[in-house]
């Protein structure tokens, strides 16, 4: 017999999930997730409208966030991705490694870093790294999700959907060990 949780919208039952060894249970519902995708791609409309800018989803977790967040943006993004990788199973291991780079030049451009959650903010500074090798106008991040008391970098999110704490999430393209970035709620380890 599987428990039931409410999620924070309520009389909306919904069952706790397993991931691997892992359960979880619902944290932030499809509703919340979309106003905070709404309010950033408001904030994104404001400062880059007739800048045409580059937008760089940082794979493979930010996919879904990108995806639903670029429908809404009315400055004419160039869209392109980036493959880095950070975690371990839970953890952060604190090295980023860069498994596909940028496909074009960034050079003059105005850019915009489109991530899933910042947690450390290694992520970050690495690709901080890369916009000013790139030689890029200016570039500032988005992220859905953003952990205060996680964070550790040098570049602080500009446009942040939601602050939560430092708990393990997963759903709506974030992961434990390759699974649930499928499920288009959020949920948080129990």
Do not use: W
Not at 87 to 98: A, L, P
Not at 145 to 155: I, R, W
Not at 177 to 183: M, Q, S, V, Y
């Amino acid at each position: 017999m599987s428990q039931k949780y409410l999620t924070l919208q309520p009389k909306i039952n919904v069952d706790l999930i397993q991931i691997h060894d892992k359960t979880f249970e619902p944290y932030l519902s499809k509703e919340q997730i979309n106003q905070a995708i709404e309010k950033i791609a408001d904030a994104l409309n404001d400062e880059y409208r007739h800048k045409k800018p580059v937008v760089i989803a940082v794979l493979n977790g930010s996919f879904m966030f990108c995806s639903d967040l670029v429908k809404k943006l009315s400055c004419q993004p160039e869209i392109h991705f980036v493959k880095v990788a950070s975690y371990d199973g839970m953890q952060s291991s604190g090295n980023v490694k860069t498994m596909i780079g940028l496909p074009v030049s960034l050079k003059g451009r105005n850019v915009i870093i489109v991530e899933d959650i910042v947690d450390t903010g290694h992520t970050m500074d690495e690709l901080a790294v890369i916009m000013d090798k790139e030689e890029v106008n200016s570039y500032k991040i988005a992220t859905l999700l953003f952990k205060p008391s996680a964070f550790l970098g040098k570049n602080i999110p500009t446009f942040v959907g939601i602050e939560i704490p430092n708990e393990f999430v997963v759903g709506f393209g974030l992961d434990y060990d390759g699974l649930g970035r499928e499920i288009p709620e959020i949920y948080k380890i129990k």
